[in-house]
């Protein structure tokens, strides 16, 4: 019968894993639809308070995004990589192919709000190891 709950709660867990990788992908593959169709005002929504405090405003942060991740402004190709945990956020890696055929590895920290998953920061790694 322990094996049985443990079992269960495994399960449980996993099943949990499995829906929040789902919603995380959901909500950066949103952001990216809204950049696309230069809808800053969506794009914002999917912004943790942090990020959405910083910018204070839709076209404050769609300038910031126009000019500091064009690659994620205009993808030509989006592939979703492994989920990490670190420090208590979830961390899901993201390749983005910009429209000049260059690689980017893209480190998204999302975190669990009361609204659903938002992107609380977006980080590029170095190019190398074979990405660019």
Known sequence: MKHFFAAILIWVMATG???ANDDVKSVISS????FLQDDFVTAFDFASPMIQGMFG????FGNM???GYPMVWRPADVEFLSTDERGGALIQNVMIKDA???LFLLEYEMIETEK????????VQEAG????
């Open 17 to 19: 894993a499995v829906k």
């Open 31 to 34: 952001q990216i639809d809204a």
């Open 57 to 60: 405003t839709p076209e404050r």
């Open 65 to 67: 995004v126009r000019n």
């Open 100 to 102: 000049g055929g260059k």
């Open 116 to 123: 659903g998953w938002l992107i609380n920061g977006v980080r």
């Open 129 to 132: 190891d074979g990405l660019a």
